[in-house]
Antibody, heavy 119, light 109 residues
């Protein structure tokens, strides 16, 4: 069974950066596509970007271009999401999720990481 | 960018059928996924490729997609179905970016 386990909650100052990890187990890391989705308090789901580790390819939505970096470390089966120039509006729960062609959707999700941006 | 439109809320009595819709321009030409999210939990995929169910999802959950509307139908609704439901597509015009609807809150009366 595939499991995605994310790093713990973070509190950050405006203007700083945050890096959230997503460690996978129970599957072959290089076959995954990892997506990052965030959810602001009381709001809906927002897709941010993805990485395909086997190709080292990434794609970010325009909204996060220049601030978002998604990476993957095959040696530790871990994907990372780093968001810079944080502002209060970035306060949200950040989820990693894996995509598979067989399901066409995001079939495994991490537990979520709360990032709070506050001065 | 592609926009998915969902009604904010749907209410249904236990045992009845809940219908949750997701509107989009010619959405019938795209594959739609549906996710269930309960408070404090990560989303769960309940329908993929318009109408397929992952293992472990009850047969009471079904999906359809045609024209400008995709539909998630929950038959014989139970109290445990109370949750937010999100539709989602991959925007092929934007390198398969994920797009979510705003979500529909299902209340079981």
């Amino acid at each position: 069974q595939v499991q995605l386990v994310q790093s713990g909650a973070e509190v950050k100052k405006p203007g700083s950066s945050v890096k959230v990890s997503c460690k996978t187990s129970g599957g072959t890391f290089t076959t995954f596509t990892f997506c990052w989705v965030r959810q602001a308090p009381g709001q809906g789901l927002e897709w941010m970007g993805r990485i395909v580790p086997i190709f080292h390819s990434t794609h970010y939505t325009q909204k996060f271009q220049g601030r978002l970096t998604i990476t993957a470390d095959e040696s530790t089966n871990t994907a990372y999401m780093e968001l810079s120039s944080l502002r209060s509006e970035d306060t949200a729960v950040y989820y990693c999720a894996s995509y598979s062609e067989s399901s066409g959707g995001l079939d495994y999700w991490g537990q979520g990481t709360l990032v709070t941006v506050s001065s | 960018s592609y926009v998915l439109t969902q009604s904010p809320s749907v209410s249904v009595a236990p045992g009845q059928t809940a219908t949750i819709t997701c509107g989009g321009n010619n959405i019938g030409s795209r594959s739609v996924q549906w996710y269930q999210q309960k408070p404090g939990q990560a989303p769960v995929l309940v329908i993929y490729y318009d109408r397929d169910r992952p293992s472990g999802i009850p047969e009471r959950f079904s999906g359809s997609n045609s024209g400008n509307t995709a539909t998630l139908t929950i038959s014989r609704v139970e109290a445990g179905d109370e949750a937010d439901y999100y539709c989602q597509i991959w925007d092929t015009g934007r390198d398969h970016e994920g797009v979510f609807g705003a979500g529909t809150q299902l209340t079981v009366l």
